[in-house]
């Protein structure tokens, strides 16, 4: 176990060694959640990916794609 402390703005440092563990980086977004017994857990929560398969497919060259109307239904 790893004992942090809390700056004066708040701030809690998570240690090196998780941060490289779990490829933590800065801008790494965390839900924070209190517990009914008072502990603060925080979990990471991992970004949306920028594209969808569809948009990385098109990205490739000389790969012919059909339109991707054909694939999705309308969002509602």
């Known amino acids: 176990m790893t004992i942090v402390r809390m ?3 708040g701030q809690v440092v998570v240690p090196k060694a998780i941060r490289d563990a779990r490829g933590l980086g800065n801008g790494s977004a ?3 959640m209190e ?3 008072g502990s603060i857990v925080l ?3 991992k970004a949306a990916p ?3 398969l569809v948009e990385h497919l098109l990205r490739l060259k000389g790969l ?3 339109d991707r109307r ?3 239904a309308p969002r509602t």
Do not use: G, R, W
Request: with cysteine; proline share 10%.
């Open 64 to 66: 012919d794609i059909p």
């Open 70 to 72: 054909h694939f999705y």
């Open 30 to 32: 965390f839900a924070v």
């Open 35 to 37: 517990t009914y017994n």
């Open 7 to 9: 700056s004066e703005k």
């Open 43 to 45: 979990c990471p929560i």
């Open 50 to 52: 920028k594209m969808d």
